[in-house]
C-alpha cells in the first residue's frame, strides 16, 4: 500500500488552488450588474513564464485503445538528447508528485514520494508520471488494482493495455528520448510495473516493482492468511471514494484500539463510515476467503504463465510494515524461468515500506552503520537502469541478488536467493522446537515432560499489536506507523495471554537467509482461531554505546493465520475443539544473523489487534458480519511432546 499521507498537503493545496482559479475564471465572464465595466484582474488563462528552468514541463492526455484519455507530465531535463525515459504511473495524483517546488529545478519539483530523485536527475533521465485511469486528471472508470482482462475484468483494457498504449505514444511523441522506456514504482505504483511485464511493449527494456502489491489476500494490503488488516479501511474509504481523494476518513478516538473495539467487527465499522457504498468494499465483504476473485489477480501467479521480456529488479524491504509478502512472491515466481540469470534481480534491504529511496541508515533504533537506501540508489539501481537504458555506457556486470545481512550489518552479492553467501553457504531447514518450560532449542522434546501450555484467548481484551495509544496509519507529524514492526516486543512478552520461548544465550552465530516457517501444533476450545508467531531477536541486557538497545527484543520475522483455512483457504472449516491440529505457514523473509550474547525468542498468541481484525473464536460463515454474542473466550494450548512437536524451521547457514 502506498503512502498517500505524504502528499496530502500539496494534494489540498492544488485541490485549493484549482478552486481558486476556477471561481476566477468565471469571474471574468460574469459582469457585475451595478458596474458592468470593472474588470477583473485575473486573466482567463494565465500562463507563467519559465525562462532559467532547467527543464521543460508538458501536461498532455495521451488517448487509449478505448478512447479513455490518461493525463500524464512529462519533464524533460533541458539539452536533453537520445535520453532514456522513466515512467512511474500512480493513483496518487500525477501534478502533486511533480510539482514539490514550486522551483525552477527539476531537482525540487521531483523531491517527493515514489522517486529516486538523485538518480533521475543526476543521469539525466526524462521523467514520466502519469494518472491512472479513473484518478486525479485521467478519464475512466477506477477500479483497485484493476486485473488483466479475463474472468475478473471482462473489458478490453487493464493495466498492461494501458501501459503498452502509453509507451507507444511516448517513444512517438518524445524527439528527445532514445527510444528506451523503463518503469518503476513503489506500493501501488510498484504494482503497477508488474502489470506491465504482461504483453510488454518493445520499448519497455527494463522494470522496476519496489515493493509492490502482489496478492491482497495472501499477504501484503488487504489480508494475511486469511485475517483482515482493518486499518486499512481509511486507504480504502480515500482511494475509492473520489477521483480525487477528497473524502477524508476520521477518527473518532485518539487510540486506533478504541475506536475498533467500540465498532465490534469491521463490518459493522464499514457501515458506521458508508464504506458500502464502496465498490472495493462490498468486494471484500463478499470475498473474506481466497477464492477465484483473489486468486485469478494474484500477480504473482499471473505472471507465473508469462514469458520472460523485460529485465526485471525486484526490490523487497525486510521490515517493510505494508507489502511485506508481494516482491518475494514474484520472485519465486519467475526466477524458476530465468534459465540465464540474467532477467530476474532482487534487492533485499533493512527497510520500511519504501524507504529505499530515503534516507535508511536507521529504522527506529536500529542503526545500520550506513545510509543503505543511498547504497541501493547509487551501487544498484543506477547501473541498473544505465546498463538497460543507457546509450554509450559502458555495460555494468550486474549482480544476480543484494541482500543486507542485519545483524552484522553489511551487503552481500549472492548468486542466487535464498543463498547463504557468495560461495559454498547451503542453506539448511532447521527445526527450533518449542520445549517445556518455556524454553526455545534445537533439541527434539522428550518424553515425560509436559505436553502443552497454554493460555487463555479473550476476544474482549485483544492483544495490541502495538504499545497503546495506536496511532492511524500516516506518515506526517509524529505518526510511527512505518516503524512498527521494530517495536520493542518487552510489551508483549509479559502478557498472560502471550506465549514466550526463549533461547539460552548464544554462544557462536547462527544466520537465517529465507522464510522461517511456522510448524505449530495447537488446539483450542473454541471453533476458529488465529494463531500468530513472532521470530525475535532478544539483545543483551546492555549493548555498548546503545543503551536503548539493553535487553531489546527486536522482531525478525512474524505473520497471522486464520485457523478456519487450516485446510483450504478457499473454503473455510470450523475447528475441532480440544483436538491438536498443526498450523503450517510461512512467515516473511530474513536475512539476519543471531549474534553471540543473544537470545532467540519465539512468541505465539491469538490476537494482533487493531491491525488484525479479531476472530470471535466461534465459528461463523464471514467474520465480518460476526455479532457481539460470536466473540467468545477460548482457552489455547501449543503443544510440544513427542508426535506433537511445536517448531520454527529456520533457514540455517551452515557455512560461510
Same mark, same amino acid.
Request: charged share 20%.
Given at each position: 500500500?502506498?503512502?498517500?499521507?505524504?502528499?496530502?498537503?500539496?494534494?489540498?493545496?492544488?485541490?485549493?488552488?484549482?478552486?481558486?482559479?476556477?471561481?476566477?475564471?468565471?469571474?471574468?465572464?460574469?459582469?457585475?450588474?451595478?458596474?458592468?465595466?470593472?474588470?477583473?484582474?485575473?486573466?482567463?488563462?494565465?500562463?507563467?513564464?519559465?525562462?532559467?528552468?532547467?527543464?521543460?514541463?508538458?501536461?498532455?492526455?495521451?488517448?487509449?485503445?478505448?478512447?479513455?484519455?490518461?493525463?500524464?507530465?512529462?519533464?524533460?531535463?533541458?539539452?536533453?538528447?537520445?535520453?532514456?525515459?522513466?515512467?512511474?504511473?500512480?493513483?496518487?495524483?500525477?501534478?502533486?508528485?511533480?510539482?514539490?517546488?514550486?522551483?525552477?529545478?527539476?531537482?525540487?519539483?521531483?523531491?517527493?514520494?515514489?522517486?529516486?530523485?538523485?538518480?533521475?536527475?543526476?543521469?539525466?533521465?526524462?521523467?514520466?508520471?502519469?494518472?491512472?485511469?479513473?484518478?486525479?486528471?485521467?478519464?475512466?472508470?477506477?477500479?483497485?488494482?484493476?486485473?488483466?482482462?479475463?474472468?475478473?475484468?471482462?473489458?478490453?483494457?487493464?493495466?498492461?493495455?494501458?501501459?503498452?498504449?502509453?509507451?507507444?505514444?511516448?517513444?512517438?511523441?518524445?524527439?528527445?528520448?532514445?527510444?528506451?522506456?523503463?518503469?518503476?514504482?513503489?506500493?501501488?505504483?510498484?504494482?503497477?510495473?508488474?502489470?506491465?511485464?504482461?504483453?510488454?511493449?518493445?520499448?519497455?527494456?527494463?522494470?522496476?516493482?519496489?515493493?509492490?502489491?502482489?496478492?491482497?489476500?495472501?499477504?501484503?494490503?488487504?489480508?494475511?492468511?486469511?485475517?483482515?488488516?482493518?486499518?486499512?479501511?481509511?486507504?480504502?474509504?480515500?482511494?475509492?471514494?473520489?477521483?480525487?481523494?477528497?473524502?477524508?476518513?476520521?477518527?473518532?478516538?485518539?487510540?486506533?484500539?478504541?475506536?475498533?473495539?467500540?465498532?465490534?467487527?469491521?463490518?459493522?465499522?464499514?457501515?458506521?463510515?458508508?464504506?458500502?457504498?464502496?465498490?472495493?468494499?462490498?468486494?471484500?465483504?463478499?470475498?473474506?476467503?481466497?477464492?477465484?476473485?483473489?486468486?485469478?489477480?494474484?500477480?504473482? /501467479?499471473?505472471?507465473?504463465?508469462?514469458?520472460?521480456?523485460?529485465?526485471?529488479?525486484?526490490?523487497?524491504?525486510?521490515?517493510?510494515?505494508?507489502?511485506?509478502?508481494?516482491?518475494?512472491?514474484?520472485? /519465486?515466481?519467475?526466477?524458476? /524461468?530465468?534459465?540465464?540469470?540474467?532477467?530476474?534481480?532482487?534487492?533485499?534491504?533493512?527497510?520500511?515500506?519504501?524507504?529505499?529511496?530515503?534516507?535508511?541508515?536507521?529504522?527506529?533504533?536500529?542503526?545500520?552503520?550506513?545510509?543503505?537506501?543511498?547504497?541501493?540508489?547509487?551501487?544498484?539501481?543506477?547501473?541498473?537502469?544505465?546498463?538497460?537504458?543507457?546509450?554509450?555506457?559502458?555495460?555494468?556486470?550486474?549482480?544476480?541478488?543484494?541482500?543486507?545481512?542485519?545483524?552484522?550489518?553489511?551487503?552481500?552479492?549472492?548468486?542466487?536467493?535464498?543463498?547463504?553467501?557468495?560461495?559454498?553457504?547451503?542453506?539448511?531447514?532447521?527445526?527450533?522446537?518449542?520445549?517445556?518450560?518455556?524454553?526455545?532449542?534445537?533439541?527434539?522434546?522428550?518424553?515425560?515432560?509436559?505436553?502443552?501450555?497454554?493460555?487463555?484467548?479473550?476476544?474482549?481484551?485483544?492483544?495490541?499489536?502495538?504499545?497503546?495509544?495506536?496511532?492511524?496509519?500516516?506518515?506526517?507529524?509524529?505518526?510511527?506507523?512505518?516503524?512498527?514492526?521494530?517495536?520493542?516486543?518487552?510489551?508483549?512478552?509479559?502478557?498472560?495471554?502471550?506465549?514466550?520461548?526463549?533461547?539460552?544465550?548464544?554462544?557462536?552465530?547462527? /544466520?537465517?537467509?529465507?522464510?522461517?516457517?511456522?510448524?505449530?501444533?495447537?488446539?483450542?476450545?473454541?471453533?476458529?482461531?488465529?494463531?500468530?508467531?513472532?521470530?525475535?531477536?532478544?539483545?543483551?541486557?546492555?549493548?555498548?554505546?546503545?543503551?536503548?538497545?539493553?535487553?531489546?527484543?527486536?522482531?525478525?520475522?512474524?505473520?497471522?493465520?486464520?485457523?478456519?483455512?487450516?485446510?483450504?483457504?478457499?473454503?473455510?472449516?470450523?475447528?475441532?475443539?480440544?483436538?491438536?491440529?498443526?498450523?503450517?505457514?510461512?512467515?516473511?523473509?530474513?536475512?539476519?544473523?543471531?549474534?553471540?550474547?543473544?537470545?532467540?525468542?519465539?512468541?505465539?498468541?491469538?490476537?494482533?489487534?487493531?491491525?488484525?481484525?479479531?476472530?470471535?473464536?466461534?465459528?461463523?460463515?464471514?467474520?465480518?458480519?460476526?455479532?457481539?454474542?460470536?466473540?467468545?473466550?477460548?482457552?489455547?494450548?501449543?503443544?510440544?511432546?513427542?508426535?506433537?512437536?511445536?517448531?520454527?524451521?529456520?533457514?540455517?547457514?551452515?557455512?560461510?
Amino acid at each position: 500500500m502506498p503512502l498517500p499521507n505524504r502528499i496530502r498537503p500539496i494534494r489540498l493545496f492544488v485541490v485549493l488552488l484549482t478552486g481558486v482559479l476556477t471561481a476566477a475564471a468565471s469571474a471574468q465572464t460574469t459582469e457585475h450588474p451595478k458596474y458592468p465595466n470593472y474588470p477583473s484582474e485575473t486573466p482567463a488563462n494565465f500562463q507563467p513564464p519559465a525562462d532559467g528552468f532547467n527543464y521543460t514541463r508538458r501536461d498532455v492526455m495521451i488517448p487509449m485503445r478505448d478512447g479513455v484519455k490518461l493525463h500524464t507530465v512529462i519533464l524533460i531535463p533541458n539539452g536533453a538528447k537520445d535520453e532514456p525515459i522513466l515512467l512511474t504511473r500512480t493513483p496518487y495524483d500525477a501534478t502533486a508528485l511533480t510539482s514539490y517546488g514550486p522551483s525552477s529545478h527539476l531537482a525540487s519539483s521531483l523531491d517527493g514520494y515514489d522517486n529516486a530523485t538523485d538518480i533521475i536527475v543526476d543521469d539525466g533521465y526524462i521523467r514520466v508520471v502519469q494518472d491512472i485511469r479513473g484518478k486525479y486528471g485521467s478519464e475512466g472508470d477506477y477500479i483497485m488494482n484493476r486485473p488483466i482482462h479475463g474472468p475478473q475484468n471482462p473489458t478490453p483494457v487493464d493495466e498492461s493495455t494501458d501501459t503498452y498504449d502509453t509507451i507507444d505514444w511516448l517513444v512517438k511523441n518524445i524527439p528527445e528520448s532514445n527510444g528506451k522506456v523503463g518503469i518503476l514504482g513503489i506500493s501501488y505504483d510498484g504494482f503497477l510495473p508488474l502489470m506491465a511485464l504482461i504483453n510488454p511493449h518493445p520499448a519497455l527494456k527494463v522494470a522496476v516493482p519496489m515493493n509492490p502489491m502482489v496478492d491482497g489476500w495472501m499477504g501484503d494490503d488487504w489480508f494475511h492468511n486469511g485475517a483482515f488488516r482493518e486499518q486499512n479501511m481509511p486507504y480504502i474509504y480515500e482511494q475509492d471514494g473520489t477521483r480525487s481523494n477528497t473524502k477524508l476518513w476520521w477518527t473518532s478516538d485518539y487510540d486506533d484500539y478504541d475506536m475498533f473495539m467500540k465498532a465490534g467487527s469491521a463490518g459493522e465499522l464499514g457501515k458506521e463510515r458508508g464504506l458500502d457504498q464502496l465498490g472495493f468494499w462490498r468486494k471484500i465483504i463478499e470475498h473474506p476467503s481466497y477464492d477465484a476473485f483473489w486468486s485469478d489477480q494474484a500477480v504473482d /501467479k499471473v505472471l507465473a504463465n508469462e514469458p520472460l521480456k523485460v529485465p526485471t529488479l525486484l526490490v523487497d524491504s525486510l521490515w517493510d510494515q505494508e507489502d511485506i509478502y508481494g516482491a518475494m512472491a514474484v520472485y /519465486k515466481a519467475i526466477k524458476p /524461468k530465468d534459465t540465464q540469470n540474467d532477467m530476474v534481480y532482487l534487492a533485499i534491504g533493512p527497510w520500511h515500506h519504501g524507504q529505499e529511496i530515503e534516507d535508511a541508515s536507521s529504522l527506529g533504533p536500529i542503526r545500520f552503520g550506513s545510509d543503505t537506501g543511498l547504497f541501493f540508489r547509487q551501487h544498484i539501481l543506477r547501473p541498473f537502469l544505465a546498463h538497460y537504458l543507457k546509450n554509450n555506457v559502458p555495460q555494468s556486470q550486474l549482480s544476480p541478488v543484494w541482500a543486507f545481512e542485519t545483524g552484522r550489518n553489511h551487503w552481500e552479492k549472492l548468486p542466487a536467493w535464498p543463498e547463504g553467501c557468495a560461495k559454498n553457504c547451503p542453506v539448511q531447514p532447521t527445526p527450533l522446537y518449542l520445549e517445556p518450560g518455556l524454553k526455545a532449542g534445537f533439541t527434539e522434546p522428550a518424553a515425560g515432560a509436559a505436553q502443552y501450555d497454554e493460555y487463555i484467548s479473550d476476544p474482549s481484551k485483544p492483544v495490541p499489536f502495538r504499545a497503546r495509544p495506536i496511532q492511524p496509519i500516516g506518515y506526517t507529524g509524529r505518526l510511527t506507523w512505518a516503524r512498527w514492526l521494530v517495536d520493542d516486543q518487552r510489551e508483549a512478552s509479559g502478557r498472560p495471554d502471550v506465549l514466550t520461548y526463549e533461547s539460552e544465550v548464544l554462544t557462536e552465530p547462527i /544466520k537465517i537467509s529465507g522464510q522461517p516457517v511456522a510448524h505449530l501444533i495447537a488446539s483450542t476450545t473454541g471453533t476458529d482461531s488465529d494463531w500468530v508467531v513472532k521470530l525475535i531477536d532478544v539483545y543483551p541486557d546492555e549493548v555498548a554505546g546503545e543503551p536503548e538497545l539493553g535487553g531489546y527484543q527486536l522482531m525478525i520475522s512474524a505473520d497471522i493465520f486464520r485457523g478456519r483455512y487450516r485446510e483450504s483457504f478457499a473454503k473455510p472449516e470450523a475447528i475441532t475443539p480440544n483436538d491438536p491440529l498443526e498450523y503450517k505457514f510461512e512467515i516473511p523473509t530474513a536475512n539476519h544473523v543471531f549474534l553471540p550474547g543473544h537470545r532467540i525468542m519465539v512468541q505465539v498468541q491469538s490476537s494482533w489487534f487493531p491491525l488484525y481484525d479479531r476472530n470471535p473464536q466461534t465459528f461463523v460463515p464471514n467474520i465480518f458480519l460476526a455479532k457481539p454474542q460470536d466473540y467468545q473466550r477460548a482457552t489455547q494450548r501449543v503443544w510440544h511432546t513427542p508426535g506433537h512437536e511445536s517448531l520454527i524451521e529456520l533457514p540455517v547457514v551452515k557455512a560461510e
